[in-house]
């Protein structure tokens, strides 16, 4: 959460800060400030949006070849004018920018307090500036040890960028826990918690690893060292990343551009991986554990948010195609239990933005007891992949729009290959079902888009349901995971109430609530449960519910039943939710549009909690 830039090079800073700020705006969007260096520290900061901010300085002096800023999403105090970054020192000279939490800001505050200083924030943040300049005046001390001196005391998470008026030509940038990468171009550096903002300028980048601080001097080289003051070389990596990539290509929104990229981006994800002519998978990210995988007694999946939602879809593939046990964990109640792990246990980590910090810090317990963790990750180079021992990327691409679509469809695609590359060495599916799961696999792309075709249809149901005010998903099965998914987008950027429930479950409770205007949309693509399914259908309709049903194209029996069908192509049940996901996504973009309601930034939400 919260996106954070740098610029230090010849140009002028601001276009370039400014560009990065929007690029950076999916991590937090409530409030937003710059500070330029031009002889003078000139600091801008505004409540709203990024567009608010430019606004604000279009008519103000924003000169400078030197500059930090910063998009929030609040932790520390409201989201006005006093708490935005960049925070000011106590004598103006120094500001700061910060991602992450400082646990014992508190503390630190009340020693500040107590030797006279004075504070205008509620933010953790304004506390690392105020003690990074006590102890560069106490201490006489260059800026870069006073910020190590400083790292030191402090507690918590923590991605920073300090800037000082008395060292015009430096930046000083340190990171734990959250995310930060320096791009280097010649005589220019960037700084941003993403290589979004970067990759327009340079390919070479360099990842600052947990308590790394780097040194960032006009006509020098890059310099890296330690909180506990150990000299690191930098090690610069190419960036695969292309520009077109984070555009919105013509679409009214990322989330529209996401939700049509997916036949391309499933595609990705199993290209070089899925091998149809030979029936055969291999994931060259995780060949050195396949044995370990083969003979796992449990997988542990860890994972927060909508990649949750894909590890439950990994429960029932690996139980029912690879045979062996999964438990799914949130990673945020998993890192504060004492789990039971054994030596055959496997983690498996899933997240797009590789940064969640539950799921990383589930990831440092597992590590702690032993485990084996792979990881699914969709940001390259991200913490995720860097703290695993072994994953696959799900190569779906940058995923702007907050809510997450392409993402999870390409992480069940990941989920489905590791099952299907433990199911042939283990020889648990027969021949026949093995090859036909194999053939389907290799078509879900095309599946996928003609699943697309149905965008108007659902538009038109959208028209009529856009007012409700609750919905209720059910699914059984393979689908189960899938109504929680849909229920999440609904309720994600509509901010309409909705329940995701496996559909016999809901005689337990949820049955109460319906009546004529309670919205039930029930996935009914299912072989195995299809009367059981139907029935569920009955019990809503005995009540007079609204029934939406998904169902495989040539369904007639369901078709009698419900309100409204939406019929998408027919495929292996595992396969299931790639397919049926789709339509709910798109159901949830456009009563969200109807609404007027902001897509790709839906209220109180960031795309990267990098915060607990
Ligand atoms: C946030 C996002 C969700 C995402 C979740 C987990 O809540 O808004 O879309 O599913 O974090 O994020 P991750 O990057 O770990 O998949």
Known sequence: MCGIVAYLGNRQAYPILMNGLYRLEYRGYDSAGIALLDGGLKIYKKPGRVLDLENFISDKDHSGTIGIAHTRWATHGEPNEINAHPHASPSGLMAIIHNGIIENYA??????????????????????????????????????????IALNQVIGAYAIVVISQKSPDKLIAARKGSPLVIGINNDEFFVASDATPIVEYTKEVVYLGDEEIAVLERGKELRIRTIKNVEKTPYVETLELNLEQLEKGGYEHFMLKEIFEQPRSIEDSMRGRLHELSGTVSLGGIIEYEQRLVSAQRIIIVACGTSWHAGLVGEYLFEDIARIPVEVEYASEFRYRSPVLCERDIIIAISQSGETADTLAAIELAKSKGALILGICNVVGSSIPRNTHAGSYTHAGPEIGVASTKAFTAQVTILALMAMMIANKK?????????????EMSHLPEKVAKTLLLNDKIKGIAEKFYTASNFLYLGRGYNFPVALEGALKLKEI??????????????????????????????????????????????????????????????TTIAKLADYVIEVPE???????????????????????????DVDKPRNLAKSVTVE
């Open 571 to 597: 495929t292996e049940e595992p396969l299931n939710p790639v397919i049926a996901t789709i339509p709910l996504q798109l159901l949830a973009y456009h009563i969200a549009l109807l609404r007027n309601c």
């Open 427 to 439: 020889g648990t599916l027969t021949r026949t079902r093995y090859q036909h799961l194999i053939y």
């Open 494 to 555: 509509s901010y309409i109430h909705a329940e995701g429930y496996p559909a016999a479950e809901m005689k337990h409770g949820p049955i109460a609530l319906i009546d004529k205007d309670m919205p039930v949309v029930i996935i009914a693509t299912n072989k195995e449960l299809y009367e059981k399914v139907v029935s569920n259908i009955q019990e809503v309709k005995a009540r007079k519910g609204v029934i939406i049903a998904i169902v495989n194209e040539g369904d």
């Open 107 to 148: 503390s630190l505050r009340e020693v500040l307090v107590q030797r006279g200083y004075e504070f205008h924030s509620d933010t953790d943040t304004e506390v690392v500036i105020h003690l990074i300049e006590d102890i560069k005046t106490n201490e006489k001390v260059s800026l870069e040890e006073a910020v190590r």
